[in-house]
């Protein structure tokens, strides 16, 4: 059949007073890049994050690539992070030394489990990435304990989690460093690429403007405009060299007419997330969410469920279903990263991680976007529904055909 | 006085039409990255440059950082740079394990010098860097010769030099690497930030798009299209991390409109530097252009001169005049790299580049851009005739009094 709902798609979409803007950017700023609009782009960040250390980069990626450099990791230092993440939580900390512990998730959050942290914390252990995916902001309570008086990182990926809040505050500034994404598909896009940094450290945070910018940091008083040239290209880092990740003019546009709607967005993706998950209600034995927690504002950047191995139907046969019957296009997220062909070839395919496979195989993940119509959400719903219920048909078919004859 | 002409400022400006296609992408565009607006933009890069293995990467610095990579650099590796450009000529291929060696410059190309390069190529050499300057394209021919039957790669930086040709063959296309950026500066920018690169080795060539984007490269056939899923993360290379080094499809869709217009905008960006120097013709002793070349397509990115320190004013107070008298900003391009604190710090001080000193202690940068009217050029052209005709009146009044006294 045709397919009718794409899983992936842009996150949200542009009003025609958000393009004006952006295109009074395009036609009139001067310069395109590292100008007023970064700084407007960063004072909103970090008004609305409520901390002083946030700096615009051009990706989440980027920014954990700086907070693997920030962190100074020296060859054989462990760095514990999920398999259950996308593979730019990790790499850019291998890429700078770290070996990689892969840690398990509970199964309930799907985030990293302290409890399995705890027993992967060694002498080595340098840095620990919680992961706040799908949006839902994991607790940093019980890693607070774990590494009290152990010189250890707490690093918050909120890639997927801008918006989201713990007991009242932002996900990503619990920690000793956090990271943003603005990428296409995320609850806020600055026209498809882009990311913020949060670093605690101040001292640290000075580096960053240097660091992200070809070395470049603003040039102190000098009583001839034009000399000493370049003397602002400095070393920020004595054991790294500097990165190009600077985010445009026009970028920044973007992010600060969306930043003012995020909040708006957010609330109307909790709220087709909560109807969502009600409408299946009585399928919560099969479809298992994350949606029950206190103390949690869960952005739900994506809508996965567990789907119950031992329940009515399989994960593979719904997805199939859904897809073939309904043309309801899902996935499954995320492949384990220690079966990567990346991660395993760089000698990182041992694990002890239960959870992340049992999730992995029994999961599905299902189209959610802003740009979705309700029509559509209704549409996947009763789908769901009607595949579930004509396997219950059945089956009391068979049991009545047995007790008839 | 006030101001009157800045030297830096946006390179052109987008047109009512190039604006249309622009927010067309941000309105319409799904996704919003990596999707058929890359495809576009890479199929004209690769028409325009006449070579297949060209792509779209984030900046230039990002494409050096993909060149040094896929350089396979090992420790103690020499790579030799011109001292007279900008930092990402150098650093990326340093960040990679190379040992620097600045390369000295032609005073009267203001590019590498080959004869200064024959002199520091030894049996560590890897790389030889050529910087085509301020959009001149310096021979390669020279430097064929030198790397003749050694293993050393020919790597052609053409940020500044987007449209130059050498003999009928565009800049950058000619040696083993090339990369070319969009920054908001340069004669055709992306939206303020882009780049490319172009390689040589079609087997390194597809290890492109995995290395620029978190190692993913296409899947191949799937009988379900959800699984394997993330099969397509792959090692590229064996010694080296992935990269996100994307460009947006809102930042394709720019270079896409742009590129139709480069040679236009170059041919208008000639007319006027030639027209400028032939104003100045007079005065050729004192201000010295690179203008004269054959099977040259110069397409001045910058319009800089070499003030001869022997003529009527020494540089600094050139400088000083057309600013403070009449608002014209110029600048002194580029500090000597070795000078920086970022190389110093990072045990890069040692240079042997006379030529590279001498000409930054007595060079001067015009502004030089398509948004800058004919009457500002006009203006800047009467100003620096001005200042050299007081001087000679005053010069010969004083010949006179003397004479009358």
């Not at 999730?359 to 789908?383: E, T």
Request: hydrophobic share 35%; aromatic share 12%; with cysteine.
């Amino acid at each position: 059949m045709k397919k009718k709902i794409n899983w992936s798609g842009r996150s949200h979409n542009y009003s025609n007073q958000d393009i004006k803007t952006i295109v009074n950017c395009i036609k009139f700023s001067d310069p395109l890049t590292q100008g007023k609009y970064l700084k407007l782009f960063e004072s909103k960040l970090r008004n609305y994050l409520g901390r002083k250390n946030v700096f615009a980069t051009s990706s989440a990626t980027s920014s954990l690539e700086l907070i693997a450099q920030l962190s100074n990791l020296k060859k054989n230092d462990e760095v514990i992070v999920p398999a259950h993440t996308y593979c730019s939580s990790a790499y850019p900390f291998a890429k700078n030394g770290a070996k990689l512990i892969w840690g398990d998730i509970n199964l309930k959050t799907r985030t990293l489990c302290p409890l399995d942290t705890k027993k992967k914390i060694s002498k080595k252990t340098r840095a620990i990435i919680v992961v706040h995916l799908n949006g839902f902001a994991a607790d940093l309570l019980p890693f607070k304990k774990l590494i009290k008086n152990k010189k250890i990182l707490l690093i918050e990926d909120c890639s997927q989690a801008f918006g989201s809040e713990l007991r009242n505050r932002k996900a990503g500034t619990l920690g000793d460093f956090g990271c943003y994404s603005f990428h296409a598909q995320k609850n806020l896009t600055t026209l498809g690429e882009g990311g913020a940094i949060y670093i605690k450290d101040s001292s640290l945070a000075k580096k960053l403007p240097g660091l992200r910018h070809n070395g470049h940091s603003g040039f102190g008083k000098r009583k001839f405009y034009w000399k000493p040239a370049m003397v602002n290209v400095k070393e920020d880092l004595k054991y790294k060299w500097p990165n190009k990740f600077t985010l445009s003019e026009v970028q920044c546009a973007a992010g600060s007419v969306m930043i003012k709607k995020i909040d708006k967005m957010n609330n109307e993706r909790i709220k087709r997330a909560k109807y969502f998950i009600k409408k299946l209600n009585k399928l919560s034995e099969n479809l298992i969410f994350n949606s029950n927690f206190e103390n949690k504002r869960n952005v739900y950047h994506l809508l996965p469920a567990l789907v119950n191995p031992n329940g009515t139907i399989d994960r593979d046969s719904l997805i199939k279903k859904l897809s073939f019957k309904f043309g309801i296009q899902c996935v499954t997220q995320y492949y384990p990263l220690y079966k990567y062909d990346l991660f395993k070839k760089k000698g990182f395919a041992k694990h002890k991680c239960p959870n992340t496979d049992y999730y992995f195989d029994n999961m599905i993940s299902f189209p959610f976007h802003l740009w979705m119509s309700m029509h559509d959400l209704d549409y996947i719903i009763a789908s769901i529904k009607k595949i579930f219920q004509e396997i219950d048909d059945k089956k009391s078919n068979r049991i009545k055909t047995k007790k008839t004859n």
